[in-house]
Structure formats: structure tokens, C-alpha cells
């Protein structure tokens, strides 16, 4: 089933010590570009996570945000430095003895001195951090995913449509062939008569020039190969997902083949059809942007 290229999905999830918050949100590009907004701290995880999106994801401009909260005070603990504060004990006592004063200094008031108490960032569990990272990931994208399908859904709906009206355009330009070289064989014998009078008409004359006209103006080829293009856009809308550069060559070869229909028209009617089919080719083109 096709996928388009928008799409969002969004999860929270927490343990014990933490909480992880992933939001992804996608728009049509020629590529697989992304882009993944997220603490330093969690920088460790890129490659992981850039292939985790590879399962999900083949083509568009998709942009991650992830956040990360402590819970607890458990990512820092107290560090007390023994030395700093002997040695700070040490200096106190040394003035205390030079200038004959009391050593009255007591333990809170030492604890206060700088760095005897200072606050260590503790390591992080990389382990623990990435079962809950790829949980809230996985959820995130299954609901991206399922965006995506839905929105692709909807647009093959379109798609199938406007290749219906294309090949309803294809069949009048096939029926119109034949009208317009009988229509061009009247006004030639027409013609013929009022410069002639009743002069026999030369018939292999006229045969000659109504093959030179039939080949001037025959579409065959490119009706039958249009014809094609949309028979094989139609069996590639059926057959999953990952198809939307394959779509785009299709429609570049379908408006190839509309143009040299309008550039052999020599009727109204057909130039008008034709028109119309490139009409719903660019409009074709234009959904095929939204498909990955």
C-alpha cells in the first residue's frame, strides 16, 4: 500500500528514574533527509536511531524531536573531597596557632568551605537509556507510519480516479482518428469538385494524398504507449509502497506522449482532448510529489 510523505506521530514514555519524549513529523522530498533534534547527553544514540528510522521510513524531509527528563536525583550524586578539606583544616589551624586564636572551627562551618561538598554528574546507563529511547521511538513511528498510510490511501483514491479520466481521454482520441479522415476525405473531394467541375477526380491522387495525411496526423503509437504508461502507473499504485520515484518517471513519460498528440493534431476535437489529458497528467504529477 502506498505511503504518503506527510506524517506525524508523537510518544512519552517513563521508568523509575526518567522520562523520554519522541515527536516525528515528515514533508515531501526527493530524498531520505533527516534531521534529529535532541539532548547532548543522548548523542550516543544517533546512528541507533537513524537506523531504527530506516526500517520505517524510505523517502522525505523528516524531523525528530526528542527530550529527556530526570525523574530523581538520581543522575548526580555528592561527592566530598577528604584531602580538600584536611587540607583546608591544615591552613585554619596554622592561622589559629601564628595569631593565637581559639581553633573553634567546626565541621558544618568547614563543609561550607569550595569543593569540600561538589555534585558529580554520575554515568549514564546506555542500556537502560536505549530500551526505553527505542520503545518510545517504535511507538512514535508505528503512529507516524500509520499516518502515512491513511494520507496514501487517500491519494491513491485520487490517483485511480484521474487515471480513469485519462483513459477515457486516450479511447477519444482513438475514436476521433478515423471521423477525421473522412471528415478531411469530404472537404478534399469537395475542394476537388468546385476547382474541377465535373472533371474526373483522379483516384489514386487522392488515395496518395489521404495516406500522406493519415500519417501526418496518426496517433497510433502514441496512444497505445500512453495507454501503457497507464495501465503500468495502475499496477504500481497496487503493488506497496516505496514506488513514488517510480511514479514520477511514469507521468514524465505520459506527458511525453501527450505532447506529440498535440503536436499531430490537426482537429479541434482532438487538440482539446489532448489538452485535457495533459491537464490531469500535471494534476497526476503534482499527487505523485506526495507519495514515497
Known amino acids: 500500500m502506498i505511503k504518503s510523505m506527510t506524517g506525524f506521530g508523537r510518544c512519552e514514555n517513563t521508568d523509575e528514574y526518567r522520562r523520554i519524549t519522541a515527536e516525528i513529523k515528515s514533508v515531501n522530498h526527493r530524498y531520505f533527509d533527516i534531521n534529529i533534534r535532541m539532548p547532548k547527553k543522548l548523542n550516543v544514540f544517533e546512528t541507533a536511531i537513524r537506523a531504527l528510522l530506516k526500517d520505517y521510513i524510505q523517502r522525505g524531509k523528516v524531523d525528530i524531536f526528542i527530550t529527556y527528563e530526570e525523574l530523581s536525583g538520581h543522575s548526580a550524586a555528592v561527592k566530598y573531597n577528604r584531602e580538600l578539606a584536611a587540607e583546608y583544616l591544615s591552613y585554619v589551624e596554622n592561622i589559629a596557632a601564628d595569631f593565637g586564636l581559639p581553633s573553634d572551627i567546626s565541621a558544618a562551618a568547614l563543609s561550607r568551605y569550595p569543593e569540600v561538598f561538589s555534585m558529580e554528574e554520575q554515568p549514564l546507563d546506555e542500556e537502560e537509556i536505549w530500551i526505553l529511547l527505542e520503545r518510545t521511538l517504535r511507538t512514535a513511528l508505528e503512529q507516524f507510519v500509520d499516518g502515512r498510510l491513511s494520507e496514501g490511501a487517500r491519494l491513491k483514491e485520487d490517483l485511480l480516479s484521474k487515471l480513469q479520466n485519462m483513459l477515457l481521454g486516450v479511447d477519444k482520441v482513438e475514436a476521433r482518428a478515423p471521423e477525421i479522415l473522412a471528415e478531411y476525405r469530404s472537404r478534399l473531394e469537395a475542394k476537388v469538385h468546385e476547382l474541377l467541375g465535373d472533371v474526373q477526380m483522379d483516384e489514386a491522387r487522392l488515395s496518395t494524398e489521404m495516406v500522406l495525411f493519415a500519417d501526418r496526423i496518426c496517433t497510433d503509437e502514441e496512444t497505445v504507449r500512453l495507454r501503457a504508461h497507464i495501465q503500468s502507473m495502475l499496477d504500481t499504485l497496487e503493488g506497496g509502497d516505496g514506488v513514488g520515484r517510480k511514479l514520477d518517471f511514469i507521468a514524465q ?16 476535437e482532438t487538440s482539446n482532448t489532448a489538452i485535457e489529458l495533459k491537464t490531469e497528467i500535471e494534476k497526476v504529477r503534482e499527487q505523485i510529489q506526495n507519495v514515497e
Do not use: F, G, W, Y
Open 253 to 268: 513519460e505520459m506527458n511525453r506522449e501527450a505532447n506529440t498528440i498535440l503536436s499531430k493534431a490537426n482537429d479541434l
